[in-house]
Every structure is written in C-alpha cells, then in structure tokens.
C-alpha cells in the first residue's frame, strides 16, 4: 500500500510538472507555429513511447517471468541480451531521426511551408534523441518492476518535467532549451538503473545462446497493437495540420488535459495489477482472478467517471484557470474548452480499453487483443479523414471518443461473450447513470468564474454524485475492509453487486 501511494504521489507530481510546463509553453508562445512546432516534435517520441516502450514493458514482464521461474541465471542472461540490443535500436532510430528530419516534418505536417520546416529542423532534430533514451529507460522499467522496485522508474517523467520548466525558466525560451532539458536529466537516471541491475554488466556464463524469435513472437501482437493506437494520434494530427494554424496545439492541449486521470490510474493501480492477474490466470486461480477483475473495475470507474463528469460539465472555466493567461487568451480557451468536452466523453472508455486489453494479455491471447485494437483504430482513421473538413478539430476529436468506445466494446465482448457476469454490467450501468446525471445537470447551473468558484462548483458535483452512487446502491467504494482485505477476501464476504 506504502509503495502504491509514493508511486501515486510521484506521478501526481510529474502531470503537475507536466501540466506547469505546458503552462509556460503556452505563456511565451500561445496558439503559434512555434508551439506547433514543439508538439510535432514530440509526435515521434511520444509514439514512440507509447508505440515502443509500452508495448515492451508489456511484453517484456510475462516473458521474462516465465524463464525466471525455470532459471534465474539464464533469466539474467536473456534480460542482458535483450537490453543492450534494445539500446542499439533506440540509437540507431535517434540517427535515422536526426539525419531524415525535414523529411519527417513534411510527412508528419504537409501544411507547413519549406521556410517552416528549414526553422524548425534543429528543434526536431533534437526531440528525435528522446527516442534513445526512452527505449533504454522502459527497458530498465521493466527489468526493475520485475524485481518488484518499482519507485526508481517512476522518476523518469518527473525529471523529464522538471528539466524542461527549468530550461524554460532559466535559459532563453526556446524548443532547444525546452528538449535539451528534457534530455539532461535523463542520463544520470540510467546511470543509477544501470548500476541498480548489477548483471548487466556482467559477461555471459556458458549456456545456451539467446535467441530473439520467441520474444519476437510475443511482443509482435503488443507491438502492433500499440502501432495502431499511436496511428490514431499520428492521423489525428496530420489531418488538424491541414486545418488553420494551432489547432495541433489545441488538440495537445485538451487531450493533454483529459487524459491527466487516465494517465494516473494506468501508472499506479493498472502497472501494479497487471502481474498479478498475469500470475493468478497462470495460477488458475479463477476466484482470485475475478476478485481482482472487480476491484480494478471498480478502481477504473473512481478515477475516470468523476473526473469525465467535471471535463464535460467545466470544461471552459477549467481550461481558463489553466491556460488563459499571456498569448493564450479567451478566444483559444473557448475553442480548447469544446475539444475537451469532445475528449471527455471517451475517458472512461479510454480507461476500460487499457484494463480489459490487460485481461486479454494476462490470459495469453495477444492476437484477440490486437485484432480488437486494429479494427477500432482503422475506424477511428476513417472517421478522422470523414469528419476533419465539415467539423474541423472538434471532428477529430469526436473520432477519437469513437475509436475508443468501440475499442472497449471490442474486448469486453472478446473477454465475456460467453458470461457476462464477468462484465459486472450492474456496477457499470450505477456509476455511469450517476455520472450522466451529474453531467447533464451541470448543463443547467450557471458556470463557475475564477479558480475559487470552479473548485465549490466541483465539489458540489461530486457531492451530488456521490450521493446518487449510494442511492443507486454501490456500497464496496465505501467499504474499507473491501479494499483492505486480500484478494480473495474473507470467507464469506461478498461484494455488493
């Protein structure tokens, strides 16, 4: 519970940095091409995180588990071989980055003129040598979370975050200042991981020689899956550079906003509970395998309901209190605030895509998870070239809360098409009836003005919304010994339905 609520806190601290650094981007170059240009250069890094270092980690701690379990030397062994050839591919991606950035740029924003792009190549150029560090810091993640430290790798954001406020605040406001701030802090922390995981280092005993084909066959599903997610976000923003100037920052910023919750929960309670219904599907321990189904279902719906709730029925007094200030002025506020509402109504769908897909990969069906993935994504992509001209950004957006709806949908019928019990449809239908008429009344009252009046008018809204849950009859949320006790929980203690 201790190391839960640290990683929570360090995290909670990294989207504060993170929310304050976007703040200072949007001070010193509000809605401008110099802003567009640090968000497409962090396009590629960023899909490559997700694309890549997600997808690895995920692939990575059940395949490295299984050879831990028969041996712990050659467990050693492949983890060694696998993370200095990592390493190498994030180089040799950071090079080909570098050396092909203006081609690059004009694919990833076909609006922008020769004379932008020839600008504002150093600047991506530079952001391109965050791939490398990413691919050996999620490969140390995964190696360290493996030995159950799962603090240290935590800090990655969080001084990723920190150096780039203190470039802005520091040294001329600039998209070199801001990722050569990034990068810095970077290099000590895989120093100490490095050290951390002694073996490493070391020279490879005589045993039998890695081979990568059956990691290959593991990860390909993963990989591809998380491609197909990240070609959503690539589509989303190549289609807003063809419409008028900042609408690729208004889109970063209401997205960045929405998806803070996700970003929590998928950080703490997800990275945590993934072994373990990895392990007790292994197990074949069903009973354990439900019960923790449930709570992360529960948990799921805590963290993204109330807060899809307060997007949607405050989304432009929240963007205010947040952005509205230097170059950033009421008319982007007002135009930020519609994206938000459009984000918002897909968060919790967002949120139950990631806990259901890691149901799927802790019961070993990969593909299911990726068919699942590729066919909600080419819709999203269809949707996105549909919709961008008639209805602009708000367009693009809307289509992402499809994708993500009907990718939800996807893997709650692959998991339960044969129970749905499993679905705990009751649980689902209380929390989200509650948090549509929480929202639709917030239609009605009048919006809060200043920061102040924002977080009454909030608090009211999660009153009410609390209130309704207990009339709708949830009752576990409010049950310490619920989430106190083991998995499997006392005998005789069942959860309310």
């Not at 109504?345 to 019961?363: D, I, K």
Request: charged fraction near 10%; glycine fraction near 8%; aromatic fraction near 12%.
């Amino acid at each position: 519970m201790s190391s839960t609520v640290i990683i929570l806190a360090i995290t909670v601290a990294s989207f504060l940095l993170g929310f304050l650094r976007d703040l200072l981007i949007a001070r010193q170059f509000g809605v401008s091409w110099e802003a567009d240009l640090i968000f497409v250069a962090l396009i590629l890094p960023v899909f490559f995180e997700s694309f890549f270092g997600l997808a690895l980690r995920d692939a990575m701690i059940p395949y490295l588990q299984r050879i831990r379990d028969r041996c712990n030397a050659q467990y050693e062994q492949v983890g060694r071989w696998l993370y200095w050839r990592i390493g190498l591919f994030g180089l040799l991606l950071s090079v080909i980055g570098v050396l092909a950035s203006p081609w690059l740029m004009h694919a990833l924003a076909p609006g922008w003129s020769d004379e932008q792009v020839e600008a504002g190549k150093l600047v991506f150029a530079v952001g391109t040598l965050l791939i490398c560090v990413q691919a050996i810091l999620y490969c140390q993640g995964a190696l360290l979370n493996l030995d159950r430290i799962f603090i240290l790798p935590m800090t990655r954001t969080l001084m990723l975050n920190l150096g780039a406020i203190l470039a802005i605040v520091t040294l001329q406001p600039s998209g070199i200042s801001l990722f050569i701030g990034m990068l810095l802090p970077q290099v000590p922390l895989i120093v100490i991981q490095h050290r951390r995981l002694g073996y490493l280092g070391q020279r490879s005993v005589a045993m039998e020689k890695p081979e990568g084909s059956p990691f290959a066959l593991t990860f390909a599903p993963v990989l591809l899956a998380a491609g197909a997610q990240q070609g959503c976000m690539l589509a989303e923003r190549f289609f807003a550079s063809l419409l008028a100037e900042g609408n690729i920052t208004m889109l970063s910023f209401s997205y960045r906003i929405v998806t803070i919750p996700l970003t929590l929960y998928a950080l703490s309670i997800l990275a945590m509970i993934f072994p373990e219904l990895t392990r007790s599907w292994n197990e074949g321990n069903t009973d354990k395998y439900g019960a923790l189904m449930r709570k992360a279902l529960l948990g799921t719906l805590l963290f993204l309901v109330p807060a899809a709730v307060v997007l949607f029925g405050y989304a432009e007094p929240v963007v205010k209190v947040l952005l509205e200030r230097g170059a950033f002025g009421a008319e982007q506020s007002a135009a930020t605030a519609t994206l938000v509402v459009a984000y918002a109504l897909g968060l919790p769908w967002m949120g139950l895509a990631l806990l259901w897909g890691r149901a799927l990969l802790s019961q070993q069906r990969a593909r299911t998870f990726l068919y699942a993935t590729l066919a909600s994504s080419l819709i999203t992509v269809a949707l996105d070239a549909c919709l961008y001209k008639p209805f602009g950004a708000q367009g693009l957006a809307y289509s992402f809360t499809t994708g993500a709806f009907l990718q939800a949908l996807f893997m709650a019928l692959a998991l339960y098409r044969h129970s749905l019990g499993g679905l705990h449809l009751t649980l689902l239908l209380r929390w989200f009836g509650a948090g549509s008429a929480v929202a639709l009344l917030s239609l009605w009252l009048p919006k809060p003005v200043g920061l102040l009046e924002l977080i009454v008018g909030i608090g009211v809204a999660m009153l009410v919304f609390v209130l309704l849950l207990l009339a709708l009859g949830e009752r576990d949320l409010f049950r310490r010994a619920y989430w106190a006790r083991g998995v499997s929980g006392p005998e005789g203690a069942e959860p309310s339905r």
